[in-house]
Protein backbone atom coordinates (compact mmCIF):
# COMPACT_ATOMS: atom_id res chain seq x y z
CA UNK A 1 0.00 0.00 0.00
CA UNK A 2 1.46 3.82 -0.78
CA UNK A 3 0.97 5.74 1.84
CA UNK A 4 0.41 8.61 -0.28
CA UNK A 5 -2.30 7.01 -1.65
CA UNK A 6 -4.47 10.01 -1.06
CA UNK A 7 -2.29 12.74 -1.91
CA UNK A 8 -4.45 15.05 -4.03
CA UNK A 9 -2.94 15.06 -8.04
CA UNK A 10 -3.85 17.01 -10.97
CA UNK A 11 -2.98 15.33 -14.21
CA UNK A 12 -3.33 18.38 -16.81
CA UNK A 13 -2.81 16.31 -20.08
CA UNK A 14 -5.14 16.86 -22.93
CA UNK A 15 -4.81 14.11 -25.08
CA UNK A 16 -7.47 11.15 -23.56
CA UNK A 17 -4.91 8.50 -24.40
CA UNK A 18 -2.27 10.35 -22.53
CA UNK A 19 -4.31 10.79 -19.25
CA UNK A 20 -5.75 7.12 -19.57
CA UNK A 21 -1.65 5.94 -19.73
CA UNK A 22 -0.23 8.34 -17.11
CA UNK A 23 -3.38 7.44 -14.60
CA UNK A 24 -2.47 3.98 -15.41
CA UNK A 25 1.12 4.57 -14.22
CA UNK A 26 0.41 6.72 -10.94
CA UNK A 27 -2.92 3.77 -10.32
CA UNK A 28 -0.02 1.11 -10.57
CA UNK A 29 2.10 2.69 -7.86
CA UNK A 30 -0.79 2.91 -5.52
CA UNK A 31 -2.03 6.71 -6.22
CA UNK A 32 -5.62 6.86 -5.75
CA UNK A 33 -6.85 11.22 -5.75
CA UNK A 34 -6.56 11.82 -9.49
CA UNK A 35 -8.53 14.55 -11.10
CA UNK A 36 -8.01 14.78 -14.88
CA UNK A 37 -9.73 17.51 -16.50
CA UNK A 38 -10.33 17.41 -20.50
CA UNK A 39 -8.32 20.80 -20.66
CA UNK A 40 -5.80 22.95 -19.35
CA UNK A 41 -8.43 25.88 -18.90
CA UNK A 42 -10.30 23.57 -17.03
CA UNK A 43 -7.01 22.87 -14.67
CA UNK A 44 -6.44 26.51 -14.16
CA UNK A 45 -9.81 27.08 -12.92
CA UNK A 46 -9.56 23.98 -10.54
CA UNK A 47 -6.24 25.13 -9.52
CA UNK A 48 -7.63 28.82 -8.27
CA UNK A 49 -10.56 27.09 -7.06
CA UNK A 50 -8.77 24.79 -4.78
CA UNK A 51 -6.16 26.65 -4.09
CA UNK A 52 -8.75 29.78 -3.02
CA UNK A 53 -11.16 26.86 -0.88
CA UNK A 54 -7.56 26.53 1.02
CA UNK A 55 -7.50 22.51 -0.05
CA UNK A 56 -4.81 23.10 -2.65
CA UNK A 57 -3.68 20.04 -5.27
CA UNK A 58 -0.30 18.65 -3.22
CA UNK A 59 0.95 17.77 -6.92
CA UNK A 60 -0.05 19.05 -10.52
CA UNK A 61 1.19 17.07 -13.54
CA UNK A 62 1.09 18.72 -16.51
CA UNK A 63 1.62 18.58 -20.21
CA UNK A 64 3.66 21.15 -22.23
CA UNK A 65 2.39 21.16 -25.59
CA UNK A 66 -1.66 21.74 -25.33
CA UNK A 67 -4.33 24.22 -26.92
CA UNK A 68 -5.55 26.93 -25.55
CA UNK A 69 -3.62 27.35 -22.33
CA UNK A 70 -0.34 25.31 -23.38
CA UNK A 71 2.21 23.69 -20.05
CA UNK A 72 5.11 26.60 -20.03
CA UNK A 73 1.89 28.89 -19.70
CA UNK A 74 0.08 27.12 -17.04
CA UNK A 75 3.24 26.64 -15.44
CA UNK A 76 3.92 30.61 -15.59
CA UNK A 77 0.59 31.05 -13.91
CA UNK A 78 0.85 29.06 -11.57
CA UNK A 79 4.44 30.59 -10.67
CA UNK A 80 3.09 33.67 -10.89
CA UNK A 81 0.02 33.56 -8.52
CA UNK A 82 0.79 34.22 -4.82
CA UNK A 83 -1.86 32.25 -3.88
CA UNK A 84 -0.21 28.91 -5.77
CA UNK A 85 3.39 29.97 -6.40
CA UNK A 86 4.17 27.08 -3.95
CA UNK A 87 2.49 24.36 -5.52
CA UNK A 88 4.34 21.17 -6.12
CA UNK A 89 4.69 20.71 -10.37
CA UNK A 90 6.17 18.23 -12.82
CA UNK A 91 6.33 18.59 -16.37
CA UNK A 92 5.51 15.12 -18.33
CA UNK A 93 6.10 16.20 -22.08
CA UNK A 94 7.28 14.58 -25.58
CA UNK A 95 9.44 17.70 -25.39
CA UNK A 96 12.77 16.68 -24.78
CA UNK A 97 14.78 19.74 -25.44
CA UNK A 98 17.50 20.27 -22.63
CA UNK A 99 16.61 24.20 -22.63
CA UNK A 100 12.83 23.83 -22.12
CA UNK A 101 14.10 21.82 -19.42
CA UNK A 102 16.88 24.20 -17.74
CA UNK A 103 14.02 26.68 -18.20
CA UNK A 104 11.64 24.84 -16.39
CA UNK A 105 14.19 24.39 -13.47
CA UNK A 106 14.67 27.92 -12.81
CA UNK A 107 10.66 28.62 -12.60
CA UNK A 108 10.51 26.09 -10.06
CA UNK A 109 9.69 22.89 -10.92
CA UNK A 110 10.01 19.80 -9.26
CA UNK A 111 10.44 17.51 -11.72
CA UNK A 112 10.79 16.73 -15.71
CA UNK A 113 9.58 13.33 -17.46
CA UNK A 114 10.52 13.02 -21.27
CA UNK A 115 7.53 10.54 -22.40
CA UNK A 116 7.22 7.75 -21.86
CA UNK A 117 7.14 8.03 -18.35
CA UNK A 118 9.99 5.77 -16.59
CA UNK A 119 8.05 4.39 -14.23
CA UNK A 120 10.97 3.38 -11.46
CA UNK A 121 12.49 6.89 -11.43
CA UNK A 122 8.58 8.48 -11.31
CA UNK A 123 7.68 6.74 -8.02
CA UNK A 124 11.04 8.06 -6.45
CA UNK A 125 10.55 11.24 -7.06
CA UNK A 126 6.90 11.08 -6.50
CA UNK A 127 7.73 9.75 -3.09
CA UNK A 128 10.94 12.16 -2.32
CA UNK A 129 8.65 14.94 -3.63
CA UNK A 130 5.61 13.72 -0.92
CA UNK A 131 8.15 13.19 1.97
CA UNK A 132 9.83 16.93 1.06
CA UNK A 133 12.90 15.87 0.87
CA UNK A 134 15.37 16.94 -1.77
CA UNK A 135 15.03 15.29 -5.05
CA UNK A 136 17.39 13.91 -6.85
CA UNK A 137 18.17 15.31 -10.57
CA UNK A 138 18.89 12.22 -12.32
CA UNK A 139 15.16 10.49 -11.08
CA UNK A 140 13.37 14.04 -11.17
CA UNK A 141 14.93 15.12 -14.69
CA UNK A 142 14.46 12.46 -17.35
CA UNK A 143 14.89 12.97 -20.74
CA UNK A 144 15.54 10.21 -23.42
Known amino acids: MNKYAEKKILLVEDSEVGRYLIQQVLSELGYKNITAPET ?8 AQTTLDGNPFDLILTDLNMPDLDGMDLVLNIKGDKLSENLKIIVISAEADPKIVELLKEIGIEGYFSKPVKKEHFKITLETLFDNKDIDPKHAY ?3
Open 40 to 47: SVEAWDLI
Open 142 to 144: NLP
